[in-house]
Nanobody, 122 residues
Framework: QVRLVESGGGSVQGGGSLRLACAASGYPHTFNAMAWFRQAPGKERAGVAVIQVGSGSTIYDDSVKGRFTISQENGKYSVNQQLNSLKPEDADMYYC???????????????WGQGTKVTVSS
């Protein structure tokens, strides 16, 4: 059974940092890439960062470039994301997902977990 578990969210002041982690298990096959997306209640999913498994190539949304860093743990289906210089507009539920294609587009998101909440105060 496929399972993804996100962790590391919390409440910080603007300018602060958090490190999100995601552990994936139960996949019957390898996949191309993993990504983080965020979603507020009633809003669309928005891809934040994606990393290609193996090569380590990355794509970031313009809103987080230079502040967020996605990384993978060698030999494991796990992906982390370092969030620096957080802004109030970064506050959201963050989810990790495997993706069908190396892209930030939500239509390629496959499975995701329960998410982890990030709160940023001004």
């Amino acid at each position: 059974q496929v399972r993804l578990v996100e962790s590391g969210g919390g409440s910080v002041q603007g300018g602060g940092s958090l490190r999100l982690a995601c552990a994936a298990s139960g996949y019957p096959h390898t996949f191309n890439a993993m990504a983080w997306f965020r979603q507020a209640p009633g809003k669309e999913r928005a891809g934040v960062a994606v990393i290609q498994v193996g090569s380590g190539s990355t794509i970031y949304d313009d809103s987080v470039k230079g502040r967020f860093t996605i990384s993978q743990e060698n030999g494991k289906y796990s992906v982390n994301q370092q969030l620096n210089s957080l802004k109030p507009e970064d506050a959201d539920m963050y989810y990790c997902t495997d993706v069908f294609s190396y892209s930030l587009l939500p239509q390629y998101f496959n499975y995701w977990g329960q998410g982890t909440k990030v709160t940023v105060s001004s």
